[in-house]
């Protein structure tokens, strides 16, 4: 079992950045492949950025290759979401995922675990 928890979410203007954490108890996150999604109301939550366990692989959305990265700090049980040169239409609850696995995932039901998630709003 883990648990997860987001932070680092908020309002920010259209060209500017966040970087969004999710933090892990229980299990330590070196055991688990990472992933982060997001969602607006109305919409199926969609895939933004995924990493292996030992942080070696990542995947991206076409949507957002080029202006974030994700990243692990195993040590501090922690991934994190830099993201960068906003858009409006990035706006949503973005949301941290776990699973075991020594691959990266980019399909909603293939993760276990999901945080609360944390919201993002970019304005124009």
């Known amino acids: 079992q883990v648990q997860l928890v987001e932070s680092g979410g908020g309002l920010v203007q259209a060209g500017g950045s966040l970087r969004l954490s999710c933090a892990a108890a229980?299990?330590?996150?070196?055991?688990?492949?990472m992933g982060w999604f997001r969602q607006v109301p109305g919409k199926e939550r969609e895939f933004v950025a995924a990493i292996t366990r030992s942080g070696g692989s990542t995947a991206y959305a076409d949507s957002v290759k080029g202006r974030f990265t994700i990243s692990r700090d195993n040590a501090k049980n922690t991934v994190y979401l830099q993201m960068n040169s906003l858009k409006p239409e990035d706006t949503g609850v973005y949301y941290c995922?776990?699973?075991?696995?020594?691959?990266?995932?980019?399909?909603?039901?293939?993760?276990?675990?999901w945080g609360q998630g944390t919201q993002v709003t970019v304005s124009s």
């Open positions: 229980g299990r330590t996150t070196s055991s688990y492949a």
């Open positions: 995922a776990a699973r075991s696995g020594i691959s990266y995932y980019t399909r909603l039901h293939e993760y276990n675990y």
